[in-house]
């Protein structure tokens, strides 16, 4: 099955630097990548995704890549804020009835 | 936020004692979602349902059940809890299937004593 590899697991970046995470997965069907955000005490909320026949795509201050023949994605954050502090998620999914298989995330901290 | 709610949002128990956790949904979405989360484990599907009655194991599925007889309501049963289910339980919703956005609850925190 899938397994997907998320690092680092923590990140520490002053304001209005920029962050990335990086996730790697094992299944070459996997066709589908999205980025969930928690913020502490809440529930996982998507705040982008990617499919597989898109390299990058681009919302505001975040943005995604995928290399699907390292099979690797990432996020970026630019001009990072305190209220970019929360946990990324990654996942990934081949479609069809296969579930998404979340990466184990990334506790990411900006200091003001 | 989608129409998602879990209940109880927080249960302490004992080793061996049945619990139940409901997940309600006013959003008619066809498929629903149990996860659980855990400290350096991310989120880990437990069992999940694509349909009234056809539901799915998913990674971590031992000591869990579940069952889904309306489109609204899907419970995860553990039928004698053990200390290693203490966790926070998310249930999850989507409309368009396993790639589409998924709504998570507000999570359920359960310790087992």
């Known amino acids: 099955g899938e397994n997907v590899e998320q690092h680092p697991s923590t990140l520490s970046v002053q304001e209005g630097d920029s962050a990335v995470i990086k996730c790697t997965y094992s299944d070459s069907a996997s066709n589908y990548f999205p980025w969930y955000k928690q913020e502490l005490g809440k529930r996982p909320q998507l705040i982008i995704d990617i499919r597989s026949n898109v390299g990058e795509k681009k919302d505001q201050r975040i943005a995604v890549t995928l290399n699907k023949t390292a099979k690797h994605f990432s996020l970026h954050i630019t001009e990072t804020q305190p209220e970019d502090s929360a946990v990324y998620f990654c996942a990934a999914s081949s479609g069809g009835n296969t579930p998404l298989v979340f990466g184990k995330g990334t506790r990411l901290s900006v200091i003001a | 936020d989608a129409g998602i709610t879990q209940s109880p949002r927080h249960k302490v128990t004992e080793t061996g004692t049945p619990v139940t956790l409901r997940c309600h949904q006013t959003?008619?979405?066809?498929?629903m979602y149990w996860y659980r989360q855990d400290p350096g484990h991310g989120l880990r599907l437990i069992h999940y349902s694509y349909g009234v009655k056809d539901t799915d194991k998913g990674e971590v599925s031992d000591g869990y059940s579940v069952s889904r007889s309306k489109t609204e309501d899907f419970l995860l049963t553990l039928e004698s809890a053990t200390s290693s289910q203490t966790s926070v339980y998310f249930c999850?919703?989507?409309?368009?299937?396993?790639?589409?956005?998924?709504?998570f609850g507000e999570g359920s925190r359960l310790t087992v004593l």
């Open positions: 959003e008619n979405h066809r498929y």
């Open positions: 999850a919703i989507s409309e368009s299937g396993i790639t589409g956005e998924l709504f």
